[in-house]
T-cell receptor, first 110, second 113 residues
Framework: GDSVTQMEGPVTLSEEAFLTINCTYTATGYPSLFWYVQYPGEGLQLLLKATKADDKGSNKGFEATYRKETTSFHLEKGSVQVSDSAVYFCALGGNNRLAFGKGNQVVVIP | SQTIHQWPATLVQPVGSPLSLECTVEGTSNPNLYWYRQAAGRGLQLLFYSVGIGQISSEVPQNLSASRPQDRQFILSSKKLLLSDSGFYLC????????????FGSGTRLTVV
């Protein structure tokens, strides 16, 4: 079935550093791809999405490009802030359901 | 605009007690509705989803059940809670095939003691 794989382990980095969170997927057909963010004690919020190959989703300085050739949707931000500390989930959509990755805890240190 | 309400925000219940968590959606019709659980330090586990009134699909066998008595109401229940039912429960909705993504509620933190 459709699935999403995120890199293992939390990510700790300093303010203004470059952030990359890897996400790869396995799917039949042409699903939409998403990144969600969860701030402490809250539900998930849609951060960005891409609905077809080569689309780039962007929001709040974050970007991710739908790469069909590498089945990837890596999340990047050029200069992180303390307020970006959260858990980030990659997800794949289709057939009335989303398949989520396990999430990555990002901690930004001042 | 569409909104989703989930309550209560936090709940502490003794083992063996019943559970009822409610989720309602406003501003849309015939949404797909979902219940997820997020255990501490772990990812999201889909528990139930519904594509219409009275239609419930269960993803994993467990101590919980779900019902959809109205188009925009989704209820998560248990007759007798277990310690392992503790976690963060999230309700979400989407339209059609989910290509627009999900909108999540703010979650319920359940602690079974």
């Amino acid at each position: 079935g459709d699935s999403v794989t995120q890199m293992e382990g939390p990510v700790t980095l300093s303010e203004e550093a470059f952030l990359t969170i890897n996400c790869t997927y396995t799917a039949t057909g042409y699903p939409s791809l998403f990144w969600y963010v969860q701030y402490p004690g809250e539900g998930l919020q849609l951060l960005l999405k891409a609905t077809k190959a080569d689309d780039k989703g962007s929001n709040k300085g974050f970007e991710a490009t739908y790469r069909k050739e590498t089945t990837s949707f890596h999340l990047e931000k050029g200069s992180v802030q303390v307020s970006d500390s959260a858990v980030y989930f990659c997800a794949l959509g289709g057939n009335n359901r989303l398949a989520f990755g396990k999430g990555n805890q990002v901690v930004v240190i001042p | 605009s569409q909104t989703i309400h989930q309550w209560p925000a936090t709940l502490v219940q003794p083992v063996g007690s019943p559970l009822s968590l409610e989720c309602t959606v406003e501003g849309t019709s015939n949404p797909n509705l979902y219940w997820y659980r997020q255990a501490a330090g772990r990812g999201l586990q889909l528990l139930f989803y519904s594509v219409g009134i009275g239609q419930i699909s269960s993803e994993v066998p467990q101590n919980l059940s779900a019902s959809r008595p109205q188009d925009r109401q989704f209820i998560l229940s248990s007759k007798k809670l277990l310690l392992s039912d503790s976690g963060f429960y999230l309700c979400a909705w989407s339209v059609l095939e989910g290509s627009g993504g999900y909108t999540f509620g703010s979650g319920t933190r359940l602690t079974v003691v």
